[in-house]
């Protein structure tokens, strides 16, 4: 247990020498009490995929208690399209396990993620995290105790003003350093925020896309996550997302995780890996080659994956991203370390080898089991995406995969281990599905796949129907071709979804 918290940068953690899964309402009134904390904010993210906060001043602890015991009562209609206002009320009750000192309050301040509930005190159906909750249980009940895991890739872009000094190459910024790189240090801190906020992150970098536009300069970044629970995982994204924007805009940075920025550049995705375990071991390994697991839950996802877009890719300028040579899907495909297929199986620690002791040849083996390591990975979503609805469309794809006969064969007849793109590739190409290219396209994916959705009660339908009418009010069909050669309009479209999500 200790080696779990020793070094955990989480303030709750470290006072209450915790884990977070482990903190109950007497801790958090401890911590609050013996640390002078004067406010506790509420938050939850709504039907539009942002966080939105309730304050509350500590007055007594009686107060405290009863705000912790029974939450607070919200307007629903007001946070989610598919509520009536004349029946529009809800709680929101925090969830323990969620709470960080708020790194951006003037006046201290504990925060914590809420759950949403309906009149009768039941959890609300149509809750995105809710949702997300459902797909999760059901998963494990249904695949004999296998656990779904998640966590994101976070790109994004800082805007700033144009800086000439060691001007970077355009569209080469992958893993620059400083000075060519102009916001690592602004990276750097926005991980050790998340950090102290929960979040286990697995690195960051500077990412390929970098450009001048309109005096501005553009650099592009990511925050890569590790993989744990898929709850946890999407609390982590939404609270990552909010602290990026929130520091970006204390040091005067604009930052956008638009799906696209302007004609030929590299876009920003939301790329989620998944990893299935049973007692804590990776299943997606099996004698140092993918199982038979991982091959089903991909399968799952080659079948749902016209309709998964529907959760990850919610704005017009999502489908200017998802085009050719711009390591961005357009097929229903997966493959082996292949940027430009839909599901790719990362470089895995499988090989047999200490390359540490073959570094650095003082060490000893390390004998680590590095089979953990293996995740498969979705490249289509983007950060328009509604996580907990993207993850919980993920968990339902997998477990469509477990569940099918043909798994294997499906896996076998989507696989590509060559350039797609390539042209002495074309017979292939042809013979592979196409990824919805509109919202209105997705929405009818959507429509004809929701039953897999529905299934066992995990998503609702009335928030099938909202996302399906959410989806068609864009009347998207012919936008991308309308403005593939027109970059000005193009930019006027992405300026409407700047701050999607």
Known sequence: MNNVISMNPNALVAYLQKRPCDFTKQDIIK?????????????????????????????????????????????????????????SDLYVL??????????????????????????????????????????????KEKTGGLQ???????????????DSLFAATDQRGYHESGPFAKFNQFRTLCMNYIAQAGGQIKYGHSEVGNFTLGGKIYEQNEIEFLPTNAEDA???????????????????????????????????????????????KNQMVENGTLSATARKAIAGMMVLAPSITAFGNKVPTSYFRLVPHQEAPTNVCWGDRNRSVLVRVPLGWTAGHDMCKTANPLEKESGIDTTQKQTVEMRSPDGSADVYQLI????????????????????????????????????????????????????????????????????????????????????????????????????????????CG
Not at 81 to 86: G, K, P
Not at 150 to 158: I, K, Q, T
Request: glycine share 6%.
């Open 392 to 499: 919980a469309a993920l968990c339902v794809a997998c477990r469509t995969g477990l569940e099918m006969e043909n798994a294997l064969e499906v896996a076998e007849d989507k696989y590509v281990n060559v350039n797609i793109h390539d042209a002495q590739n074309a017979d292939k190409l042809a013979k592979l599905d196409q990824l919805p290219d509109s919202c209105v396209a997705s929405a009818k994916c959507l429509e004809s796949q929701r039953a897999y959705y529905e299934s066992e009660g995990v998503f609702s339908k009335n928030m099938i129907d909202g996302i399906i009418k959410q989806l068609e009010s864009y009347r998207d069909s012919s936008l991308r071709k309308e403005v593939e050669s027109k970059p000005q309009e193009m930019l006027q479209i992405v300026n409407k979804y700047f701050h």
């Open 234 to 280: 999407a609390d982590q994204l939404t609270v990552a997302k909010w602290i990026i924007r929130n520091l970006g805009h204390s040091l005067g940075f604009n930052v956008t995780f638009a799906p696209k920025i302007t004609s030929g550049k590299a876009g920003s995705g939301l790329h989620v890996h998944m990893r299935i375990t049973k007692d804590g």
């Open 148 to 162: 779904f895991e998640a966590m994101g890739e976070l790109e994004y872009y800082v805007i700033a003003e144009e």
């Open 31 to 87: 911590y609050i009490k013996e640390n002078e904390i004067q406010m506790v904010n509420f938050m939850y993210p709504a039907g539009d995929g942002r966080l939105k906060t309730l304050n509350f001043v500590i007055s007594d602890e009686e107060y405290l208690n009863t705000i912790l015991s029974c939450g607070e009562r919200v307007d629903g209609s007001s946070l989610f399209t598919f509520i009536e206002a004349s029946s």
């Open 94 to 139: 925090p969830r323990f396990r969620t709470a960080f000192l708020d790194p951006f309050a003037e006046i201290p301040t504990v925060t914590m993620l809420c759950s949403f509930f309906n009149k009768d005190g039941e959890p609300l159906e149509s809750s995105p995290e809710y949702t997300l909750k459902k797909a999760c249980q059901v998963f």
